[in-house]
């Protein structure tokens, strides 16, 4: 059922003594969502998915999974959570197959069905020729997917990965990331990273902490929404000085770049296009190009993180 809340987090904070890591910050993941949780360092994002994952009390708020409260019923919610963290907790003296099944056992996977748990497991992350192989003697990308399968063991309806990509060459990236997107076909995962690609590549939605406070919360593709953009690139044959176009009603700045193209910036004005276009051909500026900056992802994260939280 695709809609159905799998978690629903409602007005959460965490205090690490006088320290507010997370500060009143409420949310939704449905079926069918790979979220990604995106913050700069020492954000709150790793004490959040601790929250959700229930290794960690809320100071206040509440934890909704699949209709059953984490902190009231940790068992039962728990059983609808699978949870890879920061560091994968991996036995690497065990084989593949003797370390899952021992998650499904400490998951009460009945006796009769860990065979299929198992296979199940391994089949989706790519794990069935390693199976007899020790978990040490694995790559880091191998070790990666041993800790995305206990994640998934029991066939979770949620599930939680801290930074799943850090440490991987590109090729190791690229796997578990297709990984994850097809994970959440039938899931719902939450993602969290600092990388900005990874949340383009993998998620359909997207939240932004930042000093514990939620920025951003919405689908990726109204991102790049959120930040006008306020310059242009123009390329002029034979441009004025930059004084001269610096003068232009609507202009606050221009800057050169390396390839002599110019980058007009105009603030909350209005888009000065139309008047530098009309003003190219009147002078015989000799223009060649002419078009909207594109706001990079970066820029939009660093201009929704470094602006302070809104004051309580
Ligand atoms: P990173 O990307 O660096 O992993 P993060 O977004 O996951 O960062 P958290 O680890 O949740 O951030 O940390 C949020 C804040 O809480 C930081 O200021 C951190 O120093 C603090 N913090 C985290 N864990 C503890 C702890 N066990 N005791 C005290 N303070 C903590």
């Known amino acids: 059922m695709s809609n159905h809340i799998l978690i629903k987090a409602d007005k959460l904070s965490r205090y690490y003594g006088e320290n507010c890591a997370v500060n009143d910050i409420s949310f939704e993941l449905k079926r069918g969502d790979v979220l990604g949780f995106l913050g700069p360092n020492g954000a ?3 004490t959040t998915m601790r929250m959700l994952s229930g290794n960690l009390a809320p100071s206040k708020g509440q934890i909704i999974i699949n209709g059953v409260d984490i902190i009231e019923n940790p068992k039962e919610a728990k059983a609808e959570l699978g949870y890879l963290p920061e560091q994968p907790p991996l036995y690497k003296e065990l084989t593949v197959n003797e370390y899952l099944h021992y998650c499904a056992q400490l998951n009460r996977i009945k006796r009769n069905n860990i065979k299929k748990a198992l296979d ?3 089949d989706r992350c ?9 978990i040490g003697n694995l790559s880091k990308g191998y070790q990666q997917r041993v800790g ?10 949620i599930i939680i990965l801290d930074e799943p990509t850090v440490g991987l060459d590109p090729i190791q990236i690229r796997e578990i990331r297709n990984l994850i997107k097809e994970l959440g076909q039938e899931h719902g995962v939450i993602l969290s990273t600092h990388i900005l690609p990874e949340v383009q590549a993998t998620c359909n939605r997207v939240q932004i902490i930042n000093k514990g406070k939620l920025v951003f919360n919405d689908e990726v593709a109204n991102l790049a929404k959120q930040v006008k953009s306020s310059s242009l690139i123009i ?15 609507g202009i606050t700045s221009v800057e050169r770049l390396q390839d002599d193209r110019l980058r007009f910036y105009y603030g909350n004005n209005p888009s000065p296009a139309e008047m530098l276009a009309e003003k190219a051909v009147k002078d015989s500026w000799g223009l060649y190009e002419l078009t ?21």
């Not at 790519?126 to 020790?134: C, D, H, Y």
């Not at 995305?148 to 309806?157: K, M, R």
């Not at 909207?292 to 602006?307: G, Q, R």
């Open 120 to 122: 199940n497991a391994k």
């Open 126 to 134: 790519g794990l069935a020729e390693m199976e007899n192989r020790l």
């Open 235 to 249: 390329g002029l044959h034979q441009p004025p000085t930059i004084s001269e176009l610096e003068a232009l009603p």
């Open 44 to 46: 709150g994002k790793t």
């Open 148 to 157: 995305i399968a206990q994640a998934i063991i029991h066939s979770p309806s």
């Open 292 to 312: 909207p900056d594109l706001v990079s992802l970066e820029k939009i994260f660093v201009d929704l993180t470094c602006k302070e939280p809104p004051v309580q």
